[in-house]
């Protein structure tokens, strides 16, 4: 049986919800002590009590709709979020690609960002240096590498971010709603990319709205429903039931 490279064990994540002063600044004097206690205790609950596991070289996906939860686990997987209840594993070396920019500096050129970003993941310069024209040239940037990335549109924002994510010889690789952005034959070639780490047993975690992408790329899925599992199974099965209640 593959071991388990990712486990949420009972996981439950709130932020502080704050308040806007109704009534005006002297009325919330007046009542200092209970609207103290609401900006305490008051909470919004983004992922409450999940539990699941991610095998050694499977595609797992996430689905839900806007605002279930999605993000917020793929965040706590990458260790960019921490739990506020239940215990995360993971083992190996992450390349999360969660929004577009992320981990990008607006000010650098696109060459001098996949560095940055190598550097970021845990590899030398050198290591960098030796994939830098591989991941130039399946961005298709052409001479915009050379260009500070605060003129990319989204789609090469997204040409970068998967370029430099997926070329860096990720162990576990992130992907959060990447195909939904950029020309549609960027999309045939980050799908291609994705089936070779398939066959190359690399561990995948992958939130879309696109069910075809679900079925063809996932061994498993997760429906998060109102911030809590819904269902857990086989790709095909939980995309199937989740589109009959959509």
Request: with cysteine.
């Amino acid at each position: 049986m593959s071991e388990s490279i990712v486990s949420f064990e009972h996981v439950s994540k709130s932020y502080p919800q704050y308040h806007q002063i109704t009534g005006g600044i002297k009325q919330f004097l007046f009542n200092l002590p209970k609207a103290v206690r609401l900006f305490k205790t008051a909470r919004y609950l983004a992922l409450h009590d999940i539990s699941f596991e991610v095998k050694q070289g499977e595609t797992f996906g996430i689905i839900g709709r806007n605002g279930a939860g999605k993000s917020t686990t793929l965040g706590l997987i990458a260790g960019v979020l921490k739990s506020t209840i239940g215990k995360v594993s993971v083992k190996g070396k992450i390349s999360p690609l969660l929004e577009l920019g992320a981990g990008f500096n607006s000010d650098l050129t696109g060459r001098e960002n996949i560095f940055l970003n190598g550097v970021l993941m845990g590899l030398t310069r050198k290591e960098v240096a030796n994939k830098v024209d591989d991941i130039i040239e399946f961005s298709e940037l052409g001479e915009f590498i050379e260009q500070p990335i605060r003129v990319y549109s989204s789609g090469m924002l997204a040409r970068l971010g998967f370029s430099v994510a997926s070329s860096l010889d990720p162990e576990i690789l992130l992907i959060d709603e990447i195909l939904a952005v950029g020309d549609i034959t960027f999309q045939h070639k980050c799908v291609e990319r994705m089936m070779s780490f398939k066959q190359k047993k690399v561990t995948m975690v992958f939130v879309s709205h696109s069910m075809e992408s679900m079925v063809s790329l996932c061994d498993r899925a997760m429906w998060i429903e109102n911030h809590t599992v819904k269902m857990i199974g086989d790709a095909k099965a939980v995309v199937k039931e989740f589109v009959n209640q959509s």
